[in-house]
């Protein structure tokens, strides 16, 4: 485990355990506690190696077998830990915090490069505030003309819908008048 404080960063354990819990109260205890420090806790049959450095703590569980002595796992450990520490400090892309720096940093120059060249064209800059100026102006004539347009199609379509309702209205009551006059020319009822 990797934490910040009270904040763990990375955690991973290859067994099944209540280890997060116990890793939490480690940390706990160790909140009130002198910067830099080493320290091993005992728990059940695991024991739990704590380093801690400018305000970062590295947690490690191993078996109470493996024991508290010193170097009792460098037989084992010595070589990952350095195939790591070569990892680390030869290849910029496994240090992806080193990586997004050196991004960054280009990404700066590259704006600031830009900056610059714009910068040099302001008779250029100035023409662009002329011209977007320009279309602000015609897009609020645009808003405007639609909005026109739009209530143009809404009273047009309220006419025919008015239309067509007064002729079905029409029809209405010409069906019905034919069926009390008794006939389609409404003779019964002219006379």
């Excluded at 420090?37 to 947690?59: A, G, M, P, Q």
């Excluded at 819908?161 to 006059?181: D, P, S």
Aim: hydrophobic content about 40%; proline content about 1%; some cysteine.
């Amino acid at each position: 485990m990797v934490a910040r404080g009270q904040v763990v960063l990375a955690e991973f354990s290859a067994t099944q355990t209540n280890a997060s819990t116990i890793v939490r109260q480690i940390l706990e205890k160790m909140k009130e506690g002198k910067n830099d420090s080493n320290s091993s806790f005992s728990h059940d049959r695991y024991i739990f190696h704590v380093k801690r450095t400018d305000c970062l703590t590295v947690l490690c569980m191993a078996d109470d077998a493996s024991g508290t002595s010193a170097y009792a796992m460098n037989d084992e450990f010595s070589r990952v830990l350095s195939q790591q520490m070569d990892h680390f400090s030869n290849d910029p892309n496994a240090d992806r915090l080193n990586r997004l720096k050196g991004e960054m940093s280009q990404v700066r120059s590259v704006m600031i490069d830009n900056i610059e060249k714009v910068l040099e064209r302001g008779d250029r800059l100035a023409l662009l505030v002329e011209k977007t100026s320009a279309m602000q102006g015609n897009t609020l004539r645009f808003k405007r003309q639609a909005r026109r347009y739009k209530n143009a199609l809404w009273w047009r379509d309220c006419k025919f819908t008015a239309t067509l309702i007064l002729l079905l209205l029409l029809v209405i009551l010409y069906v019905l008048l034919t069926f009390f006059c008794h006939g389609l020319f409404l003779s019964s009822c002219l006379k």
